[in-house]
């Protein structure tokens, strides 16, 4: 078996959305790899295709062309619980609405991936997940009774609970304040660096894709342009340029 260093690979990837009465390109031709151990954003105007291109990635949605592979495996070949089995282990998501269970408490919102898989959660592995981004001591505290900001920190612990090898987050800053938003992009940070994942973002914020390694930017569904060590004022640059572009 030939070991990459890349957590994600697409391999010229496309999709065309055709539920409308005209066809809708999601991505096309998409050429991508992230490695391990490192941190991406992902940026481009609105429906350019980020948010396909991390469903892609994880796997929640299937593409019309070229490959898809998640730490060394190509989904396509995949049988259904195959793949199930592979993104609950390999791939952690982030939503910008944190998408957590307003019923459960913060503990078992980060135990339920692992009930799912039909495993039996310790407290020790919940908990150990909850330390990791500072919450243990709201364990038993539901989402209604956190801030934003704890509430998607609880959201990166389910998303950790696994260790997968990826973690995708889409705008994981956009609906938090500026101070909320900085800890949740140390946080993303970290994971790249200590626990050696790939992780990729998804933002529209200059200052958070300067938190990254390399920004990669679309549009139209095609990838537009990379920027490595990015500082805000380059993003922002880029950006401008690609607005520029899109009237
Ligand atoms: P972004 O996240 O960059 O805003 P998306 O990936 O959500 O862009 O969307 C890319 C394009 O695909 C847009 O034109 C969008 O309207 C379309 N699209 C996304 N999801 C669907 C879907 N489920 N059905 C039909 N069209 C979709
Ligand atoms: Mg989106």
Redesign the pocket.
């Known amino acids: 078996m030939i070991h990459s260093d890349l957590a994600v690979e697409l391999r010229s990837v496309s999709k065309t959305?055709r539920?409308?009465p005209e066809p809708?390109?999601?991505l096309d031709r998409v050429d991508l790899g992230f490695a391990y151990g490192t941190f991406t954003a992902v940026m481009?105007?609105?429906?350019?295709?980020?948010?396909?291109?991390l469903r892609s990635a994880a796997g929640l949605e299937g593409v019309d062309d070229g490959e898809v592979l998640v730490d060394g495996t190509r989904l396509d070949g995949l049988k259904d619980k195959e793949l199930t089995v592979l993104r609950r282990e390999k791939v952690g998501f982030v939503f910008q609405s944190f998408n957590l269970l307003p019923s459960l408490t913060a503990a078992q919102n980060v135990a339920l991936p692992l009930k799912l898989a039909g495993k039996r959660p310790s407290r020790a592995e919940v908990m150990s997940a909850l330390t990791s981004v500072g919450l243990a001591e709201r364990a038993g505290h539901r989402p209604g009774e956190l801030s934003g900001g704890q509430q998607q920190r609880v959201a990166i612990a389910r998303a950790l609970v696994t260790r997968p090898a990826v973690v995708l987050a889409d705008e994981p800053t956009g609906a938090l304040d500026s101070k909320s938003g900085r800890e949740v992009l140390a946080l993303l940070r970290g994971l790249a660096d200590d626990a050696g994942r790939a992780v990729v973002m998804?933002t529209h914020d200059p200052f958070a894709a300067a938190c990254a390694d390399r920004v990669v930017f679309?549009n139209d569904?095609r990838l537009s342009g990379e920027l490595d060590d990015p500082a805000p004022e380059s993003v922002a640059a880029r950006m401008t340029s690609l607005e520029a572009l899109a009237c």
């Open positions: 959305y539920s409308g809708v390109t999601g481009g105007p609105s429906g350019s295709g980020k948010s396909t291109l998804v679309l569904g």
